[in-house]
């Protein structure tokens, strides 16, 4: 006698008890705590804050630790999280000019006001395996310049003084910005609702996208004006005080990405912007986003829409690697009944296609 | 106090805020003014993957309430792994009655099938959308797919099952299969057998669809047109099984394929579990199904 | 009652719970236009707002939808109460209205004065929730169409004596259209734009 599968609850629950067992693995070691992964994985916490939309190192931590490392899982579990949590107001736009900055590069100048300043990085690393790491060394502790008290002058701010480089749009004649977390996206979408969605996008897509244009797939021209990493102020508006008031400090990278543009009949020959802002310090995103931006612009500037990076739709509709993900995964999923609707079809198919066959064979014999 | 919404402390009533849910209920409201449409709406992260079930568990989420009573079928079965999973999803945050029993529920949220037995008047169904874009697999893009439907503009998808019937003889789409509702809007049932697409048509049962990932939602009001789409001389058909359910000897129902061995042993059995499972209750016996001991007594 | 403490007062004893009841009754009748539902049992809105006509703005209206209120209903109490409970914003344009409450016995405005939506999102339209003496008990009109099998008799109360032309009108550019949510007191029947009525025998 047949009898059907069943138990898929005891089956899900035994499966997610060995998942924790597997978590956990040799219990001779001591569990990681957040603390430690906070401090000591930092850029990977980074990835999660910036993809899940939600600037908190310890659940992000938590999260790394809670999806064994998986970074889409880790960023999936925190983004479920953030979209539970209530709105209270919404910030006002963060002073990036303004930032006490920790690392700040420009590839247009050699120098400037407030200078380059490498900051914690791994370029001019040499990529070679450190054995010193595999124990637990005493590390010296770094050396930083004193912190300035005077905000460190924008190098699109240099450019803008000389009109050379497209106006920033002011966020005061528009209207409020759009939020792809509360709105369903309406192709094609605005500038801000393109650039909410790039800061989440997948880092890996992006940067994939990024690479094509610098490949002849929609070239831009690209110039690293500006990266910079630091600290920036978070403002909330009170209406019943009449100003704004901190509520504390956040780490971000942002990237002005500076391009070329010949100009046109209406328009002086001026550089053009590409902008990319992560939330903490994750400089290759930030820069891929730039570019990115870029390329997404490129009906604003009448250029012929050739390129993957350039099509909106294609690009937006797809950076998302929580939505990715899932739709990949769910092929996991039975499709029994699905399957054996084609499957009725393909064998149909087959005995027509047989027997034709056969009929065709039938008439060769007869004729020969 | 001792109402539900104090007991679940952690989470709202049914995980999604309240502000979400009406959201969501707008476009519920509007989806059912205007059948077939699919009505945008700002789908959230749920805690289970997009591709899931999120949309179908949104929409879900909205309508229930503590007098119902909720079944959830994948493939046609109470308890297959992501169906298991999601009625747990609810008795968890809703703390809602649930059952296997089609009659008995209220709210049926189903992934790929719709169930064997009628479906009556006070009954919702809610179905899980991958890809509500009938147009999507013809014309990728959402402004042009969007232009299409404001100009009921559908003779692209006629194209396409004509080049089926072309080049192999029968309209090649065997799930998914689009529909005509109210004589106005093309609609992708879900990836649905076309064997339950005319279950569609004048159901006493309100449907409801949520595409999370793809942040749509659309219905089909009981009692409304639901038209397979075919051709005078390829009239829609759906699939015909040679053999009974083994194990319940149902005919005319949807049967899955179990393979049974490797030398080329199969069997066919209903894919609705709860519909063969009261079959059986009620005496009734396939070829390789053994009698109900009670019944048979 | 001070006029203030009114506004506050008179939202769902059970803000989940009341809200999904309201919605449930407001879904069910929108996919079976014609029937009567019972919602709100636990509001008690201000007058003129009646009982389920508060409860549906209470269950549909925040901040992200427009609510334009007819002018005995503009006044400080049930502008405050709807303010109040719901957050949304009342607008004096009923062009930018996704919801628009009217108060038994009023004229209602000319339906092109409300939002119809577009050919590409005809979703984007104003539902209209009028309160009118009773649901039964006027003139006889015959409604088909989706949610309706066959035909259904409905005799709403107090409805305009030009109202089958003009929600002809509405129903000319469809699937272009206002829905309408008729209310009297403490019951509610939903007019989508899908249905059809004519006058009986006509």
Avoid at chain 1, 89 to 99: F, I, L, N, P, R
Avoid at chain 1, 280 to 295: C, I, P
Avoid at chain 2, 96 to 108: H, L, Y
Wanted: aromatic share 8%.
């Amino acid at each position: 006698m047949y009898v059907a599968v069943k138990g898929g609850e005891a089956a899900i629950s035994n499966a997610h008890r060995l998942l924790a067992d597997r978590r956990r693995g040799d219990r001779s070691l001591p569990a990681l705590s957040i603390d430690q992964i906070v401090a000591q994985l930092a850029l990977g916490v980074d990835r999660i804050m910036a993809e899940a939309s939600l600037y908190d190192r310890t659940l992000a931590a938590l999260a790394m630790r809670q999806a064994r490392g998986d970074m889409i899982e880790a960023i999936f579990i925190l983004r479920a999280y953030r979209t539970t949590l209530p709105r209270f107001g919404y910030s006002k736009a963060v002073d990036t000019g303004a930032m006490l900055v920790e690392r700040r590069i420009s590839a247009t100048y050699k120098d400037l006001p407030g200078g380059q300043l490498l900051g914690p990085t791994f370029d001019y690393t040499h990529r070679l395996l450190d054995p010193s790491l595999l124990g637990d060394n005493e590390v010296e502790t770094g050396l930083q310049r004193e912190p300035g008290t005077e905000p460190v002058m924008r190098v699109s701010d240099i450019l803008a003084g000389e009109s050379l480089i497209e106006m920033e749009e002011s966020s005061e004649q528009n209207d409020a910005p759009g939020d792809i977390t509360r709105e369903p996206l309406e192709f094609p979408l605005g500038r801000d609702e393109r650039l909410q969605a790039l800061a989440r996008g997948d880092e890996g897509f992006l940067l994939a996208l990024a690479y094509s244009t610098q490949r002849g797939y929609a070239r831009t021209h690209p110039f690293a004006g500006e990266i910079r990493i630091g600290q920036v102020e978070v403002e909330i508006d009170i209406p019943e005080l009449g100003f704004a008031v901190s509520l504390g400090r956040v780490q971000v990278t942002e990237c002005q990405m500076v391009n070329q543009f010949k100009g046109s009949a209406k328009q002086p020959p001026q550089f053009t912007r590409g902008y990319g802002l992560v939330f903490g310090q994750s400089e290759r995103k930030a820069m891929a986003m730039s570019l990115v931006d870029r390329a997404l612009r490129a009906s604003e500037f009448g250029e012929d829409i050739v390129a993957p990076a350039q099509d909106e739709e294609f690009v937006i509709s797809h950076s998302d690697n929580v939505q990715a993900t899932g739709f990949v995964e769910h092929l996991k999923l039975p499709h029994y009944v699905d399957f054996q609707a084609e499957l009725d079809l393909v064998r149909r198919m087959r005995r027509e296609y047989d027997s034709a066959q056969e009929i065709v064979e039938e008439m060769k014999e007869a004729a020969e | 106090m001792s109402t539900p919404e104090t007991d679940l402390a952690t989470y709202n009533f049914a995980y999604l805020d309240e502000q979400t849910k009406r959201m969501i209920r707008r476009a519920i409201l509007k989806a059912i003014a205007i059948p077939g449409y699919q009505v945008p709406f700002a789908s959230r992260e749920m805690p289970m993957p997009y591709g899931w079930g999120t949309g179908g568990v949104q929409v879900t989420a909205a309508v229930i309430g503590p007098d119902d009573t909720l079944k959830v079928i994948d493939q046609g079965a109470d308890d297959t792994t992501n169906a298991v999973s999601i009625r747990a999803f609810f008795q968890k945050v809703a703390n809602v009655a649930v059952t296997t029993k089609t009659r008995e529920a209220t709210v049926i949220q189903t992934r790929h099938r719709i169930p064997e037995e009628k479906l009556t008047e006070g009954q919702v169904l809610v179905y899980q959308v991958p890809i509500p874009e009938p147009l999507r697999f013809l014309e990728p893009r959402e402004t042009e797919t969007r232009k299409m439907h404001a100009l009921e503009e559908y003779g692209l998808m006629h194209v396409k099952l004509y080049e089926d019937i072309a080049r192999n003889g029968h309209i090649a789409t065997t799930y998914a299969y689009p529909v005509k509702v109210e004589g106005r809007y093309v609609m992708d049932p879900s990836p649905i057998p076309k064997f339950d697409n005319p279950k569609m048509h004048m159901s006493e049962a309100l449907q409801l669809f949520g595409a999370g990932r793809e942040k749509r939602i659309y219905a089909i009001p009981p009692h409304t047109k639901v038209v397979s789409l075919d051709f005078e001389d390829h009239p829609f058909e759906v699939q015909k099984f040679a053999k009974p359910c083994a194990l319940c000897g149902a005919h005319g129902v949807y049967l899955d394929e179990v393979i049974l061995d490797d030398k080329g042993g199969r069997m066919f059995v209903c894919s609705d579990t709860d519909f063969c499972e009261e079959r059986r209750e009620a005496g009734h016996v396939g070829e390789l199904g053994v009698a109900n001991k009670e019944a048979a007594e | 009652m001070s006029l203030h403490t009114e506004a506050l007062e008179g939202g769902f004893a059970s803000p989940v719970l009341g809200a999904q009841a309201t919605f449930r009754a407001l879904m069910d009748a929108m996919a079976r236009p014609g029937t009567t539902r019972t919602a709100g049992s636990n509001a008690a809105p201000p007058h003129p707002l009646g009982v389920a006509q508060g409860a549906v703005a209470l269950t549909l209206a925040d901040h992200d939808t427009p609510v334009w209120l007819s002018p005995a209903l503009a006044n400080a109490t049930t502008k405050g109460w709807i303010g109040f409970h719901t957050g949304a914003e009342i607008v004096s344009s009923s062009a930018h209205a996704r919801f628009a409450f009217l108060a038994a016995g009023e004229p209602i405005p000319d339906f092109h004065g409300f939002a119809a939506g577009s050919q590409d999102y005809p979703d984007r339209s104003a539902t209209l929730v009028i309160e009118l003496p009773a649901l039964t008990g006027g003139p006889t009109f015959v409604a088909r169409g989706p949610g309706i099998k066959d035909s259904t008799q409905i005799t709403l109360q107090g409805t305009p004596a030009d109202f089958l032309r003009r929600w002809a009108a509405n129903r000319a550019f469809s699937p272009l259209g206002l829905d309408i949510v008729f209310t009297a007191g403490s019951e509610l029947m939903a007019l989508p734009r899908s249905t059809d009525l004519q006058a009986l025998g006509g």
